[in-house]
């Protein structure tokens, strides 16, 4: 009785949004969101490779174009979980007009490849550089559509795609620090060739757009907008075995292959609803340390640094794939964290997330930490911390635009000891700047730790990062 009164009392004094909140909807309303939801989950990865292409096509660049960092990138850039301290070569393309082929230079003194390509669901289908199938030699990789059957030439390393949208990320890594291994870097980043297979007789130049000072919102919007990629899913690309019952329950929500996709307001509302709540589910698993799995993986036992892509849900078998089921949360949860697979799951890259501090709480960017990496960070090639919205997963945009530190641009001041102190919030301590990467008051904030080249003593856990540990007053 107690409990049907105090629902009435809320229920009649509460504004009226929160009045809808509380009261039933109609079951066919809850049906409907539930199914959206459902749904925005599962096509997180799709979301995730298809919005650069929208904020390029919205830009005007060409569809064929691959993106570049051509400069270190400012807070303007906005994809998700971005490298900040080697140029990079990202972006999708499409093989329905046929395979594509990536030429790859060989790794030189100055300057070497690191990457993947994955499908549009994010299932990694070759690596190049050293750590691919070329092992640092260069090679031409042919990436060939769904179901293709014609000839195969010799000469490529093959791969398959189960989707015709590619994605890839390449990163250059360069072997000097500063900017003129930056700069040895990026010229080495455009001698990647990029063609279609029917012109590899005489190939046309890439094309490269470089977005790393422009503003370039390349993340999904959770809102009705994000059910348009899909749309773009359901009309361009094959039905996988596995994803034939999400597909009919895409109908419902009117997204049908061969019919145009036009929610009413209704419809929108629901829409608007489920994309926010997708986000806000994951986000919750991040930051409660359940990204993946019930466990929550530290990488560290006593550490608060989560490793959301090396698990049996991100890398088993066919991506995401549990021997007696397919669990599309935990994908989500893994995407949501920025999670890249390499197809090798011995490559030595190891990209660690914090979403909580020394305590368990939810890091904010109005706060200010401070994180100690120990002397000596057993890397092969380098090392980098950055600072991303949860919201937005991408660079924070600040006026300071101290998105990251990292050993590729050592401008940061060491301890006696060789240890780093690095601090973290909206402003930065007295004498400090050199070491200090800025947020936003106003969005929580996680941190990415990159280790490239990890060594012996990373991989076994003899070498420990410090928890991000709040300093009252900012000093």
């Keep these: 009785m107690k409990t049907a009164l105090t629902f009435l009392v809320l229920a009649l004094t509460l504004p009226l949004a929160a009045h809808d909140f509380i009261t039933p909807a109609p079951l066919d309303e809850q049906t409907t969101y539930q199914r959206a939801f459902d749904a925005a989950l599962w096509a997180l990865p799709v979301a995730d490779a298809l919005a650069p292409r929208r904020a390029s096509n919205e830009r005007g660049i060409s569809p064929s174009a691959m993106f570049i960092t051509e400069q270190r990138p400012t807070g303007k850039l906005r994809v998700v979980m971005m490298n900040a301290q080697f140029p990079s070569v990202f972006g999708d393309l499409t093989t329905e007009s046929g395979p594509i082929v990536f030429d790859v230079p060989a790794r030189s003194d100055k300057a070497r490849f690191s990457g993947s390509i994955a499908d549009l669901w994010g299932h990694p289908i070759g690596d190049i550089g050293p750590d691919g199938a070329d092992a640092g030699a260069g090679g031409k990789y042919l990436v060939l559509p ?54 590899a007789a005489s190939p046309r130049p890439a094309v490269f757009a470089d977005v790393s000072r422009i503003l370039f919102p390349g993340t999904p919007t959770f809102d009705r907008s994000y059910f348009q990629y899909l749309h773009q899913l359901v009309q361009e690309e094959p039905v996988l075995e596995h994803d034939k019952a999400m597909t009919e329950l895409l109908s419902t929500l009117g997204i049908e292959k061969g019919r145009p996709f036009r929610p009413d307001e209704r419809m929108g509302r629901i829409l608007d609803r489920a994309a926010r709540d997708a986000q806000r589910h994951c986000i919750d698993r991040l930051i409660s340390m359940h990204s993946v799995t019930a466990k929550g993986p530290r990488f560290w036992p006593d550490r608060n640094w989560l490793m959301p892509g090396r698990n049996r849900e991100a890398v088993d078998g066919n991506a995401r794939r549990i021997p007696d089921r397919r669990d599309y949360a935990a994908r989500a949860a893994a995407h949501y964290g920025g999670t890249s697979v390499p197809k090798r799951s011995d490559a030595r ?48 945009d600040t006026a300071a635009n101290r998105i990251a530190l990292s050993s590729s641009n050592p401008t940061f001041k060491t301890n006696p000891d060789g240890s780093i102190e690095i601090d973290i919030g909206p402003t930065a301590p007295a004498g400090r700047k050199d070491n200090w990467i800025s947020t936003r008051p106003d969005e929580p904030i996680a941190v990415c730790l990159r280790l490239y080249g990890a060594e012996k003593h990373t991989i076994e856990k003899q070498w420990v990062a410090g928890d991000l540990v709040e300093v009252k007053g900012g000093t």
Excluded at 153 to 171: D, K, M
Excluded at 178 to 192: I, P, S
Excluded at 373 to 395: G, K, M, N, Q
Aim: charged residues 20%.
């Design 146 to 199: 769904p179901s293709y059957e014609g000839r195969v030439p010799e000469g490529y390393f093959v791969l398959r795609s189960r989707t015709y949208v590619i994605n890839a990320l390449f990163h250059a890594v360069p072997s000097k620090p500063g900017d003129t291994g930056w700069a040895a870097a990026l010229a080495y980043a455009r001698t990647l060739k990029i063609y279609p297979l029917a012109e």
């Design 349 to 396: 890259e190891i990209c660690l997330l914090a979403t909580v501090d020394a305590k368990g709480n939810p890091l904010d960017g109005s706060k200010h930490y401070k994180m100690l990496l120990p002397a000596e960070v057993p890397v092969r090639d380098s090392w980098e911390v950055v600072a991303y919205s949860i919201a937005t997963r991408s660079f924070i």
